[in-house]
């Protein structure tokens, strides 16, 4: 049986509620019943419903008409609105906290991935079930087309510490070729992939990247680094257009059953976003998005760090709306530019602790400099577009912050919410109070420590690598952060439990003292998520007039015991007061 049709009152409940609103109407008027067209669509009542709103009030009953919340209160109070149509959902003393807003999250390449085959998935792996996994895939796949994989989110993910090489998945994919990506890094691939990209014992390890090999100089099919795999992935067949609607398909309902009932889509160049944005409206058209997404301009530092000033505001301008631009569904966020690199490319005050870059290394910058970044944020303030720059490394952020300064003294920004990606690692004082002063919002993805952090500490050093996302170092200087996935797994629960915990994989604990508490983990998820696509108005907690998002949870993650809020199964999700999602059964 459906959840709905447990959570759904029994004929017999439906029946007093119906007598008990007709009685109050009696009581109040002669001669009239309330109006059918004034009745709610839909109660939620009988629970906790955790607000979110400024004094984080709890209360027992919702009412929710044209996909708006009409009343939050008092069971008491609501339960007699109910009309003949109202549909009740009685929560029997469970959770609800408002529809969960992703901040940083690559949609369409989730999306992407729930059609492929992927091992990102969070759960422990092994060497035998990854190689069933490939084995039924090519068994579902006419030979000589590529099978194209996820790999895990580190080796931590699998219980032998090591991925297949190419002649276990020649065994399980002979006809096949096959290769399969792991965080960016790592390439996987079988005998016949090898063959098709040329790459033999004869051919030399490329600048930058590695063809290990065993004793006798044989490739073992894994390759390191773009430069090795590349040739690999270049034959990899790209993601027609059909592909993309249904990844987005795809990932409006794996989202939805996750809770989540907004996000910001970190994917996307320019042209794309456009394409992006059709197949968005179409589904939205259809009826089919049932989750608020933001589209993002993607501005590469290949393509513009050392563009002029009139071919960077033509880009600006082409962008074509302002942030906020859209519908309810679909909007326009703003600019994602990324200052540098990830774990291995973050730009640092002082040089990696790891020595296989070389002495002195501190990490990339995308092509970007403060005058190139300041000529995109000049052009961003005219057209009312709004900044996500991505910055991992210290001293990105310091760039980053000290660009915004500078723009600042000829355009105020305060007030425009501009936001720093990641904001990986030890803010200054002066990072403090420019963040402060400029109002820019931090968006961190503390779950990423989870899946990779050991890596940081390895590649970084110890410290750095646990100071990583300092979210209370944010938040106690009075920064707004919110909080996302980006390539984690998409759970907010598991996304709630890292903030508050701040674990990896290992079990390990990275500077405690960086650890949130659960409220202000609950708020970066929801309110602050909505103060970062000025929507706090119209979304984030639970309040009259705010759109009817909310999701009912199978237990409480501001009173269980905090290793079980990532078990935590999410029940139903509403997203404009639909039902968009519930779990098979209690
Ligand atoms: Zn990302």
């Not at 290769?179 to 996987?188: A, E, K, P």
Request: with cysteine; hydrophobic share 40%; aromatic share 6%.
């Amino acid at each position: 049986m459906g959840l709905r049709n447990h959570l759904f009152s029994s004929v017999q409940h439906w029946s007093r509620l119906v007598v008990f609103a007709s009685l109050a109407v009696v009581s109040c008027s002669e001669n009239s019943s309330v109006p059918d067209m004034l009745a709610p669509d839909l109660v939620v009542h009988g629970g906790k419903i955790i607000t979110v709103d400024n004094d984080f009030r709890v209360v027992s009953a919702v009412a929710i008409k044209d996909g708006r919340f009409v009343a939050v209160g008092d069971e008491g109070q609501i339960l007699p609105l109910g009309g003949v149509a109202t549909q009740v959902i009685d929560l029997e003393g469970r959770t609800v906290i408002p529809g969960v807003i992703d901040s940083h999250i690559h949609a369409f390449g989730y999306g992407l991935d729930r059609s492929s085959l992927n091992f990102a998935t969070g759960e422990m792996l092994t060497l035998e079930g990854i190689l069933e996994h490939v084995r039924g895939r090519a068994a579902q796949t006419p030979p000589g087309e590529w099978i194209v994989a996820r790999g895990p989110f580190s080796l931590e993910f699998v219980r032998e510490g090591r991925l297949p090489d190419r002649y276990e998945l020649d065994e399980v994919a002979p006809d096949n070729p096959f290769y399969m990506n792991t965080q960016g890094h790592d390439g996987n691939v079988n005998s016949l992939a090898l063959e098709m990209a040329g790459i033999t014992r004869d051919t030399p390890d490329p600048v930058g990247g590695t063809i290990v090999r065993d004793e006798d100089g044989v490739p073992t099919g894994e390759l390191l680094e773009e430069f090795a795999w590349g040739p690999v992935e270049r034959l990899t067949p790209v993601p027609t257009r059909e592909d993309m609607v249904e990844a987005a398909r795809l990932a409006v309902e794996g989202l939805n059953a996750a809770g989540i009932t907004s996000l910001v889509d970190m994917d996307g160049p320019l042209s794309e976003s456009r394409d992006k944005i059709e197949i968005l409206n179409q589904l939205e058209a259809n009826g089919d998005l049932t989750i608020r997404w933001h589209v993002l301009t993607r501005f590469r530092g290949t393509e513009y760090a050392n563009a002029s000033a009139e071919v960077i505001d033509e880009a600006v301008r082409d962008i074509g709306a302002p942030s906020g631009f859209g519908s309810e569904w679909v909007r326009i966020a703003g600019i994602k530019l990324s200052l540098d690199g990830g774990v291995q490319g973050a730009y640092m005050r002082e040089p990696y602790a790891e020595e296989q870059f070389g002495a002195g290394y501190r990490g990339i910058l995308r092509g970007w400099d403060k005058e190139s970044l300041k000529l995109v944020m000049r052009s961003a303030h005219k057209y009312g577009v709004r900044m996500f720059v991505h910055c991992v490394g210290d001293a990105a952020l310091d760039l980053a912050l000290d660009a915004m300064d500078e723009v600042d003294d000829e355009l105020p920004l305060l007030g425009l919410r501009w936001t720093l990606e990641h904001a990986g690692l030890k803010p200054t004082e002066r990072n403090l109070e420019q963040a402060k002063r400029l109002g820019v919002v931090i968006s961190t993805q503390q779950p990423m420590g989870w899946t990779i952090g050991k890596s940081f500490k390895r590649v970084w050093g110890d410290e750095l690598g646990s100071n990583w996302m300092p979210n209370k170092t944010w938040v106690d200087a009075g920064v707004v952060v919110k909080g996302g996935s980006d390539v984690a797994p998409i759970d907010p629960m598991l996304g709630l439990w890292t903030y508050v915990t701040r674990e990896d994989i290992t079990g390990a604990v990275s500077d405690p003292i960086e650890r949130v508490s659960r409220e202000e983990a609950l708020r970066m998820y929801t309110i602050n998520g909505a103060y970062g696509t000025f929507q706090e108005n119209m979304l984030g907690s639970i309040e009259v007039g705010k759109l009817a998002d909310l999701v009912i949870l199978g237990g409480d993650p501001l009173t269980v015991p905090v290793d079980e809020i990532r078990d935590i199964p999410i029940l139903v999700t509403i997203a404009g007061g639909q039902i968009v999602y519930e779990a098979d059964s209690p």
